[in-house]
T-cell receptor, first 111, second 115 residues
Framework: GQNIDQPTEMTATEGAIVQINCTYQ??????LFWYQQHAGEAPTFLSY????GLEEKGRFSSFLSRSKGYSYLLLKELQMKDSASYLC????????????FGAGTRLFVKA | DTGVSQDPRHKITKRGQNVTFRCDPI?????LYWYRQTLGQGPEFLTY????????KSRLLSDRFSAERPKGSFSTLEIQRTEQGDSAMYLC?????????????FGQGTRLTVV
């Protein structure tokens, strides 16, 4: 079966750095996405990794290790507006490009 | 283009009734996805279209669910004989491209409540 695991909740302080981990076990892999979802809103794209290594985009970075089935999202200089759910998603090689999501990690940023 | 549009935003229906939702993707996007999301969970894959072809449908989906994308543009999702367990947010997303690096753009969703 397909399985994506993330911590349910995390709390961090404004201005700090937080790392959100994601492990996956899937049959077929075409890449890994991170999305941000604020309460009551639609998910929005943050990053994409298909090769091993770190992708940096402003305050957000995402890392992938395909051999370990592991990714993390790193958020630097946390702001209150970063309080949201962070969804790890894997694009599967099923003949198409079906993408499945983890349950998400709710991040609370406190002052 | 204002992004992915879904209609209605909210729907309350009685158990046993049929409901239909519409999704208008971003115009140049050839891929369209339907997901279902309940509180505290990530989006659950329902089905996926490339142009007008429905390429995959979740095995979790019962025969009460059907989706169409007749001209490769907008899509509809119909739920027949609704049950209380169908209450959820139904999200539509679209993307373009021939490869896997095609991030999906989500609509605001249709929140279904079955009473």
């Amino acid at each position: 079966g397909q399985n994506i695991d993330q911590p349910t909740e995390m709390t961090a302080t404004e201005g700090a750095i937080v790392q959100i981990n994601c492990t996956y076990q899937t049959s077929g892999f075409n890449g890994l996405f991170w999305y941000q979802q604020h309460a009551g809103e639609a998910p929005t794209f943050l990053s994409y990794n298909v090769l091993d290594g770190l992708e940096e985009k402003g305050r957000f970075s995402s890392f992938l290790s395909r051999s370990k089935g592991y990714s993390y999202l790193l958020l630097k200089e946390l702001q209150m507006k970063d309080s949201a759910s962070y969804l790890c998603a894997v694009s599967l090689n099923t003949g198409g490009f079906k993408t499945i999501f983890g349950a998400g990690t709710r991040l609370f940023v406190k002052a | 283009d204002t992004g992915v549009s879904q209609d209605p935003r909210h729907k309350i229906t009685k158990r046993g009734q049929n409901v239909t939702f519409r999704c208008d993707p971003i115009s140049e996007h050839n891929r369209l996805y339907w997901y279902r999301q309940t509180l505290g969970q990530g989006p659950e894959f329902l089905t996926y279209f490339q142009n007008e072809a429905q390429l995959e449908k979740s095995r979790l989906l019962s025969d009460r669910f059907s989706a169409e994308r007749p001209k490769g543009s907008f899509s509809t999702l119909e739920i027949q004989r609704t049950e209380q367990g169908d209450s959820a947010m139904y999200l539509c997303a679209s993307s373009r491209g021939a490869g896997s690096h095609t991030e999906a753009f989500f609509g605001q969703g249709t929140r279904l409540t079955v009473v």
